[in-house]
């Protein structure tokens, strides 16, 4: 059973910058496809970006520019590097795994497929104020 353990979510101003890390041991990455998430209470889970195994990246145009998804594959750890943050980035995050390249895709809420992901985090809490 693969278990993944985000960490990295805090409050903070606008403007500023948050790393999400996204522990994943025992999965490989290099078969497949793992992705960030985000939700706010009353509103659908979106994507956010994903990543395949040839680190191919797909995002969500809101954080085209300010967010990047790097990857440390000998720590089996995936990171969601948040720049410039926005009030409307506040939500919860979550990272998830997928077996199937396929799940990279785009689906109806953004970036990921996500009936395709098997393994999902807990979530961590972003907030950001203006």
């Known amino acids: 059973q693969v278990q993944l353990v985000e960490s990295g979510g805090g409050s903070l101003q606008s403007g500023g910058s948050l790393r999400l890390s996204c522990a994943a041991p025992?999965?490989?990455?290099?078969?497949?496809?793992m992705g960030w998430f985000r939700q706010v209470p009353g509103k659908e889970r979106e994507g956010v970006a994903t990543?395949?195994?040839?680190?191919?990246?797909n995002q969500a145009d809101t954080v085209k520019g300010r967010f990047t998804i790097p990857q440390d594959n000998a720590k089996n750890t995936l990171y969601l590097q948040m720049n410039s943050l926005k009030p409307e980035d506040t939500a919860l995050y979550y990272c998830?795994?997928?077996?199937?390249?396929?799940?990279?895709?785009?689906?109806?809420?953004?970036?990921?497929?996500?009936?395709?992901?098997?393994?999902w985090g807990q979530g961590t809490q972003v907030t950001v104020s203006s």
């Open positions: 025992g999965y490989t990455y290099s078969r497949a496809c």
């Open positions: 998830a795994a997928a077996w199937r390249v396929a799940a990279c895709m785009t689906g109806s809420q953004g970036p990921g497929t996500q009936d395709l992901f098997a393994h």
């Open positions: 990543i395949d195994y040839d680190g191919s990246v």
